[in-house]
């Protein structure tokens, strides 16, 4: 590798040459210090809040946060593009890692009158998975109190910003939902 040349996590291709999902990990799991890509530099960096690393005020992270690469939802406000953000349901991984996935749902809240998508996935490996839920009725009748953990998780993490819920979206509108977002 020369010198100076860093990966783009960013615009990685959205899918492996495996064909699947693939999700850039920013907080791992079990983490109270959220991450950020800063796309010019190329790099990881701490979320700010005043000048200082970000903390999370609540309980850790309920599992890897990162973003699906290669995706850009457009804030009509500021014109500025995010990448969609997922959720990994998996034992802890470290920031910058790029995990394929299956997407299995998608949870939507409403923040300051715009709609968040959170993509909630677990890992393609099956030597990778916690959850063995690769739809997201069988993560309802599987393991009820971990949809629940997650809603709450995005509801109250963050006691700045007034998150509502908007719902719960299976497999199908989330493949979707991923391909619209697409650059």
């Known amino acids: 590798m020369v010198a100076g040349c860093k ?3 960013q615009h990685l291709p959205t899918f492996s040459e495996q064909k699947q ?3 850039v990990i920013l907080t791992p799991a079990g983490s109270n210090h959220p991450q950020a890509y800063d796309a010019q530099k190329k790099t990881f960096v701490n979320m ?4 200082l690393p970000a903390s999370i005020k609540f309980l850790p992270a309920p599992a890897n946060l990162g973003f699906i690469p290669s995706t850009a939802l457009k804030n009509a ?3 500025e593009s995010y990448p969609l953000q997922a959720l990994v349901l998996a034992e802890s991984v470290a920031t910058g890692t790029v995990v394929e996935v299956i997407p299995i749902g998608t949870l939507t ?3 300051a009158d715009e709609t968040n998508y959170v993509i909630v996935t677990i890992p393609a490996k099956p030597s990778e998975q916690v959850v063995a839920a690769a739809t ?3 993560l309802k009748t599987k393991y009820p109190a971990a949809k629940e953990i997650i809603q709450q998780w995005f509801l109250h993490h963050n ?3 007034k998150a509502r819920l908007g719902g719960w979206h299976d497999e199908k509108y ?3 939902l991923i391909r619209r977002w697409l650059e």
């Open 7 to 9: 990966t783009d996590y």
């Open 21 to 23: 999902l693939q999700v």
């Open 48 to 51: 700010q809040d005043a000048g």
């Open 77 to 79: 406000e500021t014109a």
């Open 109 to 111: 809240l409403q923040i």
């Open 136 to 138: 997201l009725a069988e």
């Open 159 to 161: 006691p700045n910003q």
């Open 174 to 176: 989330t493949e979707d």
